[in-house]
T-cell receptor
Framework: KAGVTQTPRYLIKTRGQQVTLSCSPI?????VSWYQQTPGQGLQFLFE???????NKGNFPGRFSGRQFSNSRSEMNVSTLELGDSALYLC????????????FGEGSWLTVV | AQSVSQHNHHVILSEAASLELGCNYS??????LFWYVQYPGQHLQLLLK??????LVKGIKGFEAEFIKSKFSFNLRKPSVQWSDTAEYFC????????????FGTGTQLKVEL
């Protein structure tokens, strides 16, 4: 079955713009999480959505937001982009059961110039 | 605050050498533990996970890890590494009952030389 799919894979934005990234989870997975990966800070949790509700939130400013749709697909948005937002943004999905594995997508590479 | 520590940031080994990567966590509750691997240019892949039961867990590609609760550790091991094991390795922790929020260590870059 298809894995976690993220679009777009690569994008370049200008400082001050906004960006929307999309994630399609594995079929049947209702939990979707987002992470930011940078060389300096490593992998940091942004937020998790489950059944269209934000269940967990990391320590990122309000410029970072997300949502989940009824089909479990998720989007994250970053407004007023800063140079420091340049990163690999990873989406992960999982089933809601004990012992669940969390599967990651290939990520969206965002460069802010 | 919850945290995960990986002690080795860069490791260089020759093929056939044994590998052990350290991981310690700081959490107050019951945890689930994971090791993920990121090969160059590829996405994060799960190597192995611990949820309960036997503290020695076996994963893919000959990797194993041992959960030592008293030491808050979950070290990754492989008896004999191969050049293809060159990658970055991440330890991650999730609180049980806390949704699917993973806290990652800073990663260990492993280079295996021929």
């Amino acid at each position: 079955k298809a894995g976690v799919t993220q679009t777009p894979r690569y994008l370049i934005k200008t400082r001050g713009q906004q960006v929307t990234l999309s994630c399609s989870p594995i079929s049947g997975h209702r939990s979707v999480s987002w992470y930011q990966q940078t060389p300096g800070q490593g992998l940091q949790f942004l937020f998790e959505y489950f059944s269209e509700t934000q269940r967990n939130k990391g320590n990122f400013p309000g410029r970072f937001s997300g949502r989940q749709f009824s089909n479990s697909r998720s989007e994250m948005n970053v407004s007023t982009l800063e140079l420091g937002d340049s990163a690999l943004y990873l989406c992960a999905s999982s089933l809601e059961e004990a012992g669940n594995t969390i599967y990651f997508g290939e990520g969206s590479w965002l460069t802010v110039v | 605050a919850q945290s995960v520590s990986q002690h080795n940031h860069h490791v260089i080994l020759s093929e056939a050498a044994s590998l052990e990567l350290g991981c310690n966590y700081s959490y107050g509750g019951t945890v689930n533990l994971f090791w993920y691997v990121q090969y160059p240019g590829q996405h994060l892949q799960l190597l192995l996970k611990y949820f309960s039961g036997d503290p020695l867990v076996k994963g893919i590609k000959g990797f194993e890890a041992e959960f030592i609760k008293s030491k808050f550790s979950f070290n990754l091991r492989k008896p004999s590494v191969q050049w293809s094991d060159t990658a970055e390795y991440f330890c991650a922790v999730k609180l049980t009952g806390g949704g699917n929020k993973l806290t990652f260590g800073t990663g260990t870059q492993l280079k295996v030389e021929l």
